[in-house]
């Protein structure tokens, strides 16, 4: 159970970016995937999630083939997902940028459940503004709010801590953790740092020109050996 | 100077006419990426569509929902049967609804004839009432007036004060996130389709009675209508305002001072300018990426 990625292969146009790519995410786990720019990390969760589906192989969540699902029959049966640089609406609220999200697995509250302003008290004074006003760290909490108040089962995050100043990137790694252990969602994280992947992640891979060379536990994953691949 | 104002206030009419005709072009070309070249044919369906509710017996305001219905259903089926597998492609979407539009006047002529058809005004708007000046204004040009605001903001209240419109802002905005929250961003565009091409409908509806209905009566105001959008710029309301106020104003002002062809020349010569000034228009910002 959880999500099973089997052998998919993944085109940009005619460029081939994903060669037989095999990854598990067990349910409950939190996996890391690692590696230098244009690798195919951020390939790899579009192709999950349905923006760039694979042309072949296969992807099974739960026990079902979601391999040629549209994007959001994904995040109705579960997967989150938040993508790199965030998107978030920049012409609409804050509450409205939650609210689509909500709107998105069928929810018609119009009242935004409260867990998420304890994960995230800074976007209660926020709700009213446009997204777009928002500071960088507040656009990540919302990016991640907007996933979570999905309640999904699996969490697809594309280097969350990108670009943000480091008092911030502690924050988000904090609430990263509590999100795994408090809400019973297994994550797969595309991550550049180290210290963060091994303090919370149990399983890793490692990805270069498309595949991925390297996975185990995250105990195996020494600066010597991360830095094989790693290293520019 | 009296004389000026009145065709100022005539002008209004001109407004919500072109107001009416141009909502759902925006619409559908704002929000689902798609200049719809039928436009002007749906316009048309929708005046033969009253044409026909006038020959069963009812008036306009039996026509305008019959027409919406009608016109709505005809896009939806253009929308499921054609634009829904190439949406990515802007070309071919030109010429697809191109095409959609000389069947329909094909189909239309082969069922109705060559002949025009005359639809009547609705009694109750029969007559005017004196502004300043001699001129009577007609009851009908203010009900088109009302109409329009009518439309403007049913249109408003549906694209930002119900989920459906929560759906579109995002998707407009940001289709590949809308679609990562779980929006279904195919059924959106099929709902605007649908929709934007109602309007073109009413449009038609409330045109049949000043205009005699022939198949290819749609195309001026098709014409008129990507001016509008050309000049407010695509994906606000506003802007669907500013264009039709300010074309409908100019023209019916210059074609009162000169003559309606140099009326409509300066129209073109003024938006001209105004797109070297505006590139993306004086409200617009979106384009389907």
């Known amino acids: 159970m959880g999500l099973e990625i089997q052998g998919i292969d993944t085109f940009y146009g005619t460029s081939h970016i994903l060669h037989g790519v095999t990854l598990n995410v067990p349910d409950g786990a939190m996996v890391s995937v690692l590696g230098r720019n244009g690798v195919g990390k951020s390939t790899l969760l579009k192709s999950i999630i349905g923006i760039n589906p694979p042309k072949n192989g296969s992807i099974q969540f739960n026990g079902a083939d979601v391999t040629k699902e549209k994007t959001h029959q994904h995040v109705r049966a579960g997967i989150s997902y938040i993508p790199q640089g965030r998107e978030i609406i920049p012409d609409i609220s804050v509450y409205e940028n939650l609210m689509v999200a909500m709107r998105g697995i069928k929810n018609r509250s119009k009242k935004i459940p409260a867990f998420i302003f304890e994960y995230f008290p800074a976007l209660e004074p926020t709700q009213k503004r446009k997204g777009g006003v928002l500071s960088g760290g507040q656009q990540q909490q919302l990016a991640i709010a907007r996933a979570l108040i999905q309640e999904p089962s699996l969490l697809l995050m594309d280097e969350p801590t990108e670009g943000l100043q480091p008092s911030v990137v502690e924050e988000i790694n904090t609430i990263i953790q509590r999100i795994h252990k408090e809400r019973n969602c297994s994550i797969l994280l595309v991550e550049q740092n180290l210290d963060f992947v091994r303090d919370v992640t149990e399983h890793f891979a490692i990805m270069d020109s498309g595949q991925i060379v390297e996975e185990g536990d995250i105990q195996l994953l020494t600066d010597e050996f991360a830095g094989q691949y790693l290293s520019v | ?289």
């Open chain 2, 1 to 289: 100077m009296e004389s000026i104002i009145t065709q100022f206030l005539n002008g209004f009419s001109v407004v919500a006419i072109l107001m009416i005709a141009a909502v759902g072009l925006a619409i559908i070309f704002g929000v689902a990426g798609v200049i719809n070249m039928a436009h002007g044919e749906f316009i048309m369906v929708g005046a033969y569509t009253a044409a026909v509710v006038g020959q069963l017996g009812g008036n306009t305001f039996i026509a305008i929902p019959v027409a919406f219905l009608v016109v709505a259903l005809l896009g939806l089926i253009v929308e499921r049967s054609i634009i829904q597998w190439i949406y990515e492609r802007p070309l071919e979407t030109l010429l697809a609804t191109w095409g959609v539009g000389i069947i329909l006047q094909v189909v239309v002529k082969l069922i109705f004839g060559p002949e025009l058809y005359y639809v009547g005004a609705p009694k109750i708007l029969d007559g005017g009432f004196r502004t300043i000046g001699l001129l009577p204004f007609p009851w009908y040009r203010l009900f088109l007036i009302i109409l329009a605001i009518v439309i403007m903001i049913v249109t408003y209240l549906i694209l930002f004060k119900t989920d459906l419109g929560l759906k579109v802002r995002a998707v407009r905005r940001n289709r590949t996130m809308a679609g990562c929250l779980g929006i279904d961003t195919a059924k959106v565009d099929m709902i605007i389709f649908a929709f934007g091409s109602g309007l073109a409908g009413i449009a038609g509806a409330v045109l049949a009675p000043i205009k005699s209905v022939s198949t290819t009566m749609g195309f001026p105001y098709a014409v008129d209508s990507f001016m509008v959008l050309v000049l407010g710029g695509v994906g606000s309301l506003w802007g669907v305002v500013a264009g039709s106020g300010l074309i409908g104003e100019a023209e019916t002002i210059l074609s009162f001072i000169y003559n309606s062809v140099i009326g409509k020349l300066l129209v073109f010569i003024f938006i001209v300018i105004a797109i070297r000034v505006f590139p993306k228009g004086l409200f617009g910002y979106h384009e389907r990426t």
